[in-house]
């Protein structure tokens, strides 16, 4: 079940299921702490949208992250 909810709202979000998501719904102590870290960094009021955008874009840019 937390295998379908999670390949939904990665489509749902990204366009696709990732291959991040689908492990990480098999390791429920992981899959909480990653999804607490988005969160926290998705409802933080620090900087504006279009900059957390951009910062995020950089990061996965830097890592080499396909999506």
Known sequence: MLRLSVA????????????????????PFILGGDSAMEQAFYWSKTLPKSLKNLVSLRAATLIGCPF
Request: proline share 5%; glycine share 10%.
């Open 8 to 27: 939904f709202f990665t489509k749902r979000r990204v366009g696709r299921v990732t291959t991040p998501g689908t492990i990480k719904s098999d390791h």
